[in-house]
């Protein structure tokens, strides 16, 4: 949505809300509640489905974050092992952690969900509705933000999951970064930033009986996975 919004003209201010995973000090992040300072007049929430969601950040800490390559490694690992916050090395017992995993990730959701569905001049848009219809929905979003002139055909191309794979894995370093994607290490494909990209891609990724347990923690949370 980055790479669209910013092709189209929008102008935006992106951040997570508050969920760390990208600065080492703040890995093991506890969910304690939503930030209002994050915030602008006028926010767009978009989610996705807490399980992909959980599967996807698996790859980001153990890939991009959380390992040998990263400056701060032993400094993260340090803080971690103190805390007793070390991030699982297999992705089942990742997704079913209650500080790493989808547990965190719905209650993320539901708690901005509910402090947004209160406000007016916000909205809240999942992943998965983009992925069904990304023209309609790209169009509200740039409608929301008050772009009056833009290609809507080349924006939903250009932006297309494999068009922006194509992007990330042919493009220059240094245009790279201003997208904030990484490129490939090796020839490991989960190592991308535009990885997989799919609907319920948890499926593939999980054992039956994570996906039965995580589908419940996902349900306490009136989330439907």
């Known amino acids: 949505m ?7 003209g929008a102008k935006y201010r992106h951040n ?3 969920y760390a995973t990208r600065d080492p000090n703040e890995l093991g992040y506890r969910f304690e509640g939503v930030r209002p300072e994050n915030f602008g007049d006028r926010t767009i929430f978009l989610h996705r489905n807490p399980i992909d969601t959980a599967v996807s950040e698996f790859y980001q800490v153990r890939n991009r974050i959380f390992n040998e390559d990263h400056p701060h490694f032993q400094e993260m690992t340090a803080r971690l092992t103190r805390e007793n ?27 901005h969900i509910n402090y947004f569905a209160k406000r007016r001049r916000n909205k ?30 080349h924006v939903v191309e250009s932006s297309s999951f494999d068009s922006m794979k194509r992007f990330e894995l042919n493009s220059a370093p240094e245009i790279r970064k201003k997208h904030a994607l990484y490129g490939m290490k ?8 535009v990885r997989r990209g799919m609907v319920r891609g948890y499926l593939d990724a999980l054992k039956p009986e994570t996906v039965e347990t995580a589908r419940s923690i996902c349900s306490k949370y009136h989330i439907q996975a």
């Open 16 to 18: 997570h809300g508050g």
């Open 124 to 153: 809240v848009i999942s992943y998965e509705d983009l992925r069904a219809d990304p023209r309609a929905r790209i169009a509200e979003l740039l409608d929301f933000f008050g772009v009056e002139s833009y290609d809507i055909d």
């Open 85 to 111: 916050l070390m991030p699982p090395e297999e992705i089942d017992a990742f997704v079913l952690h209650p500080i790493w995993g989808c547990r965190k990730v719905c209650a993320f959701n539901r708690a």
């Open 2 to 8: 980055r790479f669209a919004l910013t092709l189209a």
């Open 186 to 193: 090796g020839d490991d494909p989960n190592t991308l930033k």
